[in-house]
DNA sequence: TTGAAAGCGCTAACAA
DNA sequence: TTGTTAGCGCTTTCAA
């Protein structure tokens, strides 16, 4: 009956009364709403799909669980692949998406120039939120402040007295790798410091003892990094131990991208933080609008990093 | 009409030119089937919701990304959440996948006693596998030996020579938790050997950088350590490099738990690993068949630990 | 404000 | 082997 329907869903055209009682009714008789016969017939499976490269990336994983409750509150079950940067899997994974009818999708996948990617994104029958890709096609966006974030480490260094400043990423071919290296130079030579040695692993997962240990063990080292806060920071870690190297007495550390290994670290580690909560709330508050229809024109955000100082750094010594 | 549902399914009887000519056509037309109304009639969502208690445990990670692979060849959408082990969230997200139609879930929740917990799953409309997980329903289930898992790992450090192990695992109120420190002192008194000192942190992901440390500035310290494989075993590598204890020269240092972490620290670190391809396939067999009804009676398994021998282990030098 | 009726897009049962 | 028909459980539209 159309009654009991808006007065379960709260529609407007219900007597408070009769509301009442039709939910009452439908708490005792323990009913369950079919979640199929609804986007059936509403067009709306109220699913969002999430797709990102690496869940093993703590900015993932913590993004993903507030998301997740975030869209909950609003009544969306959000779906998570993982693609560990797997081309074929990233193809696989928007199929499934396009499928099973996603309300919308927020995308960081590993490839954002692939052909085969853009056209599947092109033509998804769906609202799509990009997050920090340089995908070409028209569709909501946030991206990082790379540039500014590597002013706000290498400035902070640079006060310090720092002049030799040893950087570690991934030259992955997203967004993120390709900005970060030219920003890291930019923000070296905005401070009057010339870029030396850097250690770029494959991906933020690559190990990178064997580079970094070689990168420090010269006659001048470098007296500062700054490091990619994936595997590549606990890499780096290991490293320096080996080396005998302590954090900040011997060599000052930033982390690229907070997380629990940063914070609990002992010394704490210095850090470059996104604001998760403004992020949830602009990919919340974007796709909702986009699935209501009440957004017009793409939207294109930039959100900027904090410097989260804590004590893996200090005055240079040279 | 029905022939070309037939054809799509590729279910029996239907002329193999009658399913090519279908499928031809379905490719140029560009056809998506659609998901809800598949679900709606054949009262099956094809979605298969995971509940795990901690998304940052290498385990859950690696295993989720397996599990979803091979349950997407299957056709199965795989849903995932991750509860931190809060009450609550366990409780909703149980009450969504009932409600959004799961056709079987896999639980490892942190809560595995709560009576409100165990009322959702007694009445919850498809089956139930469980992840080491001592929950009183009637459920298919998979548990670690963690008995045979601390003979293993006591034994090869006992047999080189090793007396004095200290144990750095959670007592949380799960399963793996209740039995690890048991297991552990069974162990010991096995091999001839007294437990001493133990750190335990609250959850696998709370920092024991004080406690360790304080363990292993004692006098006669320990010569060899058995650590959880998850924030634990980052949180101990710091205490030592702190203590600049090295290992394994100084001290001997096993994972419970195999991870990126261990296998690519230098040096590697001997862990106690879980067969991911066995579970992955144990789950999956028992899931379907149990979705497609050839299940009958309740399936218990127990899954061994191996012992990967790496190089984070050497004779005991007292 | 409520009830009645139609129909979302499939698949299962049945008839041809 | 194929075509026809009914109907899954909701929401939406329309009429009362």
């Known amino acids: 009956m159309g009654t009991a329907s808006r007065a379960m869903n709260e529609a407007p055209g219900v007597m408070e ?6 939910q009452r009714a439908a708490r005792e008789l323990g009913y369950q709403p079919n979640a199929a016969a609804r986007a059936l017939r509403s067009r709306s499976s109220r ?3 999430c797709l990102f490269s ?22 969306f079950v959000t779906l998570i692949t993982a693609s560990a940067g797997k081309l ?10 396009a499928e099973r009818g996603m309300d919308a999708i927020v995308i960081a996948p590993g490839h954002q120039q692939d052909p085969e ?26 991206v990082f402040d790379h540039f500014a974030a590597m002013d706000l480490a290498v400035g902070h260094l640079a006060k310090l007295g720092h002049r030799s400043i040893l950087p570690v990423f991934s030259h992955q071919n997203t967004r993120p790798g390709l900005m970060r290296h030219a920003a890291f130079d930019a923000a070296m030579r905005g401070a009057g410091l010339t870029p030396g040695a850097r250690v770029e692993p494959e991906t933020p997962n690559t190990p990178v003892f064997r580079e970094v240990q070689a990168a420090l063990s010269c006659d001048d080292r470098p007296t500062a990094m700054i490091v990619q806060g994936t595997h590549v920071l606990p890499s780096t870690l290991n490293a320096l131990a080996n080396l005998r190297l302590r954090v900040p007495e011997d060599i000052s550390l930033i982390a690229v991208g907070d997380s629990a290994l940063a914070e609990e670290h002992v010394p704490p580690i210095t850090a470059l933080r996104l604001d998760r909560s403004a992020l949830v709330e602009e990919i919340t508050a974007r796709v909702l609008a986009r699935i209501r229809g009440q957004a017009t024109e793409v939207s294109e955000k930039v959100l ?11 005055r240079s010594i040279a």
Not at 54 to 75: K, W
Not at 88 to 97: P, V, Y
Request: proline fraction near 5%; charged fraction near 30%.
């Open 304 to 314: 900027g990093y904090q410097l989260m100082e804590r004590a893996s750094c200090r």
């Open 117 to 142: 990617i853009v056209q599947l994104l092109e033509k998804f029958p769906a609202p799509i939120f990009v997050l920090d890709r340089d995908i070409p096609i028209q569709a909501d966006r946030l």
């Open 88 to 97: 074929d899997r990233e193809k696989q994974a928007i199929s499934i998406f």
């Open 47 to 49: 699913l969002i799909g």
């Open 54 to 75: 690496d869940l093993e990336n703590p900015l993932y994983t913590r993004l993903f669980n507030s998301l997740q409750d975030r869209l909950a509150d609003e009544g």
């Open 17 to 22: 009364q009769t509301r009442e009682a039709v």
